[in-house]
Nanobody, 122 residues
Framework: QVQLMESGGGLVQPGGSLRLSCAAS????????MGWYRQAPGQERALVAI???????NYADSVKGRFTISRDYAKHTVYLQMNSLKPEDTAVYYC????????????????WGKGTLVTVSS
């Protein structure tokens, strides 16, 4: 069974940096798209950044120039480097994987991690 496990969240001061990691497990051969979404209190879950197997990226306008997504394809891991953090970046950050080939079978749907909390506050 495919599972996603996030790590790296925590409390950081405004202007600081954090690096989130998400490792996918479960006899995986490949993953088409991996990315990050976030959900702030009282708000819906929203895209932060995604990265395709070919290396194409898409970022939310609010994080462009501050956040960088990357992947380790061999380790089925996605990272999110977050710099110049702002209080409005406070949210639970969720890892997502789409188009996973595992144990010889392809699943076009989405897998989600349980989330990691990022709090930006002085």
């Amino acid at each position: 069974q495919v599972q996603l496990m996030e790590s790296g969240g925590g409390l950081v001061q405004p202007g600081g940096s954090l690096r989130l990691s998400c490792a996918a497990s479960g006899s995986i051969s490949s993953i088409n798209v991996m990315g990050w979404y976030r959900q702030a209190p009282g708000q819906e879950r929203a895209l932060v950044a995604i990265m395709s197997r070919g290396g194409s990226t898409n970022y939310a306008d609010s994080v462009k120039g501050r956040f960088t997504i990357s992947r380790d394809y061999a380790k089925h891991t996605v990272y999110l480097q977050m710099n110049s953090l702002k209080p409005e970046d406070t949210a639970v950050y969720y890892c997502e994987a789409t188009g996973v080939t595992s144990q010889g079978s392809f699943y076009a749907g989405e897998y989600w991690g349980k989330g990691t909390l990022v709090t930006v506050s002085s």
